[in-house]
C-alpha cells in the first residue's frame, strides 16, 4: 500500500519573468492597490494576472497590463489553480480577507491547497508581498521541487 501522498519530487525552474497572479478580497483590494503601487516598477518586468475585478482595479491604477481572468466569485480562483497544476503561474499575491467570509470560500481554499501542494510562493498581505517582491530570485530563474506527477500515476496504476 502506497501512502496516499506524491513520495518523488522533481525540478521545475520558474522563469527569470514570473508569471504573477494578483488577487484581493474587495475589504482588501485598497491595500494591494497601495502595496502594487509601491512596486510597480518591479511589477512591470513581469507578466500579470488577476481576477477579473482585481485586474481591472489594477490595471487601471497601474497603467500595466494585467490579464483579467473570471472574477473569483464566479470561478477566477478555480481558473489560477489551473494555471498553478499545469505550471504556468510562478507566483500567487492574494490578499484574502480574514474578515469577511466568501459566498465561494471552496474556492479560496482550493486555490491556496494547490499552490501549497505545488511549492509556489505564495504572499497573503503586504509584508509578505514585500518579501516576495524583494528577493533575489524574483528576476532569476528559480529551481524548486515539485510532487513527480508521472510516478504518482503510476504508482496507482501498478502493471
Ligand atoms: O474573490 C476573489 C478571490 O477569491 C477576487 O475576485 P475579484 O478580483 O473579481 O473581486
Known amino acids: 500500500m502506497t501512502e496516499n501522498r506524491p513520495q518523488r519530487s522533481v525540478k521545475r525552474t520558474l522563469p527569470a519573468r514570473k508569471r504573477i497572479a494578483l488577487v484581493a478580497h474587495d475589504g482588501k483590494k485598497t491595500e494591494l492597490l497601495e502595496w502594487a503601487a509601491r512596486w510597480r516598477d518591479t511589477l512591470a518586468e513581469h507578466e500579470l494576472v488577476g481576477t477579473g475585478t482585481t485586474a481591472g482595479r489594477l490595471s487601471a491604477s497601474l497603467g500595466l497590463k494585467v490579464e483579467g481572468l473570471m472574477s473569483g466569485p464566479l ?37 491556496l491547497r494547490l499552490a501549497a501542494l505545488w511549492n509556489v510562493p505564495v504572499a497573503c498581505n503586504a509584508a509578505s508581498a514585500d518579501f516576495l517582491a524583494s528577493s533575489p530570485w524574483l528576476g532569476q530563474p528559480y529551481e524548486m521541487a515539485i510532487p513527480d506527477a508521472d510516478a504518482w500515476v503510476a504508482a496507482r496504476n501498478p502493471q
Open 75 to 111: 470561478g477566477g480562483d478555480q481558473q489560477i489553480g489551473a494555471r498553478i497544476t499545469e505550471q504556468r503561474l510562478d507566483l500567487l499575491i492574494f490578499f484574502w480577507d480574514p474578515f469577511a467570509p466568501q459566498p465561494h470560500d471552496p474556492d479560496v481554499k482550493a486555490l
